[in-house]
Structure formats: structure tokens, C-alpha cells
């Protein structure tokens, strides 16, 4: 018995708890996920963006390219009756009283200035008439420019 009584017991410990790093491969693949999800949206919006910049360009070239004012009504014309055709098919054709309500109905919804009377006139006959007011046809031109945009990416 004295082996027994010579025998030291001691308590057991725990062993220590595991260290944070490396982490487990669960969270590897969460952040794996995070990243290709905050890729795919910078990419996206990034996307977005050169879209909204082709778009205005477009628009702006086009109507830049005209050399008077009735020639840049016209052009504004062509293009908004273009641009139409992606959200309703049969704009292209619509007589001039369907057409300026199709305007009047889109332009709350584009957040662009209601074309008042004199301006839906200057946009059906002013790239037929000879002379135009510039400035009139400038703030037919910001009108305009809203509803393209509405129409081509299609908000």
C-alpha cells in the first residue's frame, strides 16, 4: 500500500480552447460568397452607370449633330418617337393627339417638366418650320432628354 500512498494525484485540466485563427472552412466559404456578392454589385452599378453615360451620349450627339434649331426639334422628334417604340410597340405610328398624350402620361413617371402647349407644338411641327426659337427649343431639348432616358433604360 505504500505505492499507493507515495502516488501524487492532481486534478485534470482542460486543454486550452482552439485559437481564432485559421478559421473554419465554413467561414472561408462565407467570405468567399461576400466577396463574389460585393464584386457582382460593384460590377452591376458599374454597368448601370456606363449605360445612363452611353444613353446621354447618344442623345446628346444626335442632337448636337443638328445645325439649326428646326433640325435639332426634328432630331429630338426622331429620337424620342425611337426610344418610345422600346416601351410601347406602336409609338412610332401614333397620329399627333395619341402621341402628346403618350407624352403627357410619360413625363410624371420620367420626372421631367410637362411640355406645356406651346412646346408640343414647337415638338410636331418644328423640324418643318423655318425659323425656331433657340431657347425654345433648349427647353424642349431638357424635356426631352428626361423621357429618352426614361424610355432607353427602361425605368
Known amino acids: ?20 485563427w485559421p478559421p473554419a472552412p465554413g467561414w472561408w466559404l462565407l467570405a468567399a460568397a461576400l466577396l463574389l ?17 452611353r444613353v446621354e451620349q447618344l442623345f446628346d450627339d444626335n442632337v ?10 426634328a432630331a429630338i422628334s426622331g429620337l424620342l418617337r ?14 399627333d393627339a395619341a402621341w402628346l398624350a403618350l407624352l403627357d402620361s410619360t413625363t410624371a413617371a420620367a420626372g421631367a417638366d410637362a411640355l406645356d402647349p406651346g412646346l408640343q ?23 426631352a432628354r428626361a423621357l429618352f432616358l426614361h424610355w432607353m433604360l427602361g425605368r
Open 1 to 20: 500500500m505504500q505505492a499507493a500512498d507515495a502516488l501524487v494525484l492532481r486534478d485534470i485540466h482542460p486543454a486550452p480552447a482552439p485559437g481564432w
Open 37 to 53: 456578392l460585393g464584386g457582382g454589385v460593384v460590377a452591376w452599378r458599374a454597368s448601370r452607370r456606363r449605360r445612363r453615360r
Open 64 to 73: 448636337d449633330a443638328a445645325v439649326s434649331p428646326a433640325a435639332r426639334v
Open 82 to 95: 425611337r426610344a418610345a417604340r422600346r416601351r410601347h410597340p406602336g409609338a412610332a405610328v401614333l397620329p
Open 121 to 143: 407644338a414647337l415638338l410636331l411641327e418644328g423640324g418643318y418650320r423655318r425659323e425656331v426659337d433657340a431657347v425654345e427649343a433648349e427647353r424642349l431639348r431638357t424635356c
